[in-house]
């Protein structure tokens, strides 16, 4: 029983452990786990980050039909285009701010404006006019917020050997799309409580199934934040999973070693990053649509299209966690 247990421990659907005398070695095993529990926190970042974009896609069009009659399908758009916006106005800046203070820094700090987002889109309601620009506010910087995405990804790029990295970044992008799949059903839950709801007056706060959604997210948020500043350090390992000299460690250690960057394949990074720019493309044409598509198509009511279209996206996240738990099963097979 107790080999069954170590042996299920390797399994890297969560991170790698030490195989061989060789890694044992190379890494102490404090080292090791402060390593991983860091590296699962940052799985948990993506997750919410990911939770806090498709919870409210949905119910976009919906409240914001509710909250200003003035606002048309051309201005959705601009909604919609505010988060990918301020993501990309972020990214760089968290990413050198990372590079050149502890990581927890910018991870902080963007959770922290995402939190604000969620709490000023539970309020776009209050103002007498304009409510729709509150909304495309709102969406800008939670936006902004999940900058830190490329935080999180270099982190568990460069805290990771060669062997753990393809596991790694293939966890990292399952719980994204997890965060995608619970989005629409957290959305889809909320559904059954109504566009009414109640009204919490000391605060005049609405509580329904437009906001409900967002209370959580920055509930989430908060709670990310304390996770981040009570487990995550910073680690840095070379591709043989030996300690590496980084200006992001908190503590200096006599064990770590500076080891010489290699050549970076150019072609392949721009590559990637096309493919990923297509593949985001494609999904936000289809967020942006689905919404009053449907309802104009098959004359679903606001809470038929939150309830309807959360199942659908739903399937289709499924979908994708089969896809990425495929690659990492074939990347394990074909790296052998």
Same mark, same amino acid.
């Given at each position: ?5 170590? @042996? ?18 190379? @890494?102490?095993? &404090? ?62 800046? +968290? ?155 908190? &503590?200096?250690?006599?064990? &770590? ?19 990923? +720019?297509?593949?985001?493309?494609? #999904?936000?044409?289809? @967020? ?14 606001? &809470? ?29 097979? #074909?790296?052998?």
């Amino acid at each position: 029983m107790a080999d069954l247990r170590i @042996e299920g421990e390797r399994e890297p659907l969560l991170g790698d452990t030490p195989g061989n005398r060789e890694w044992d070695i190379l @890494e102490t095993e &404090e080292h090791y786990k402060s390593r991983w529990r860091s590296i699962r926190i940052l799985y948990l970042t993506m997750f919410l980050s990911s939770v806090g974009f498709s919870i409210v896609i949905l119910s976009i069009w919906p409240y914001l039909q509710k909250i200003d009659q003035t606002a048309d399908t051309r201005f959705l758009g601009w909604v919609i285009a505010s988060y990918s916006l301020g993501q990309m106005v972020a990214s760089p800046i +968290f990413g050198l701010w990372s590079n050149y203070r502890p990581r927890k820094e910018p991870l902080v700090v963007s959770i922290f404006i995402s939190v604000a987002a969620n709490c000023l889109y539970a309020y776009v309601h209050i103002p007498a006019s304009h409510n729709k620009y509150y909304m495309l506010v709102a969406r800008g910087l939670l936006g902004i917020g999940a900058g830190n995405v490329a935080v999180v990804r270099s982190y568990t790029a460069g805290a990771t050997s060669l062997q753990e990295r393809t596991s790694s970044m293939a966890n990292i992008s399952m719980c994204q799309a997890l965060g995608f799949i619970l989005g629409p059903v957290f959305q889809t839950c909320f559904a059954f409580i109504g566009e009414k709801g109640v009204t919490w007056d000391v605060i005049k706060l609405r509580i329904n199934m437009y906001t409900t959604p967002v209370l959580l997210s920055a509930f989430l948020g908060i709670l990310n934040i304390i996770l981040i500043l009570a487990i995550l350090r910073e680690h840095r390992v070379d591709d043989s999973g030996r300690q590496c000299k980084n200006i992001n460690f908190e &503590e200096a250690s006599t064990d &770590e070693i500076e080891v010489p960057q290699g050549n970076i394949d150019q072609v392949a990074v721009v590559a990637i990053n096309v493919l990923f +720019f297509v593949a985001l493309f494609i #999904f936000a044409v289809f @967020e942006t649509i689905i919404a009053p598509l449907t309802m104009d198509m098959y004359a679903w009511t606001q &809470e038929q299209a939150v309830l309807y279209n959360g199942i659908i996206l739903a399937a289709l996240g499924v979908e994708a966690v089969v896809i990425f738990v495929g690659v990492k099963l074939l990347s394990k097979k #074909f790296a052998q």
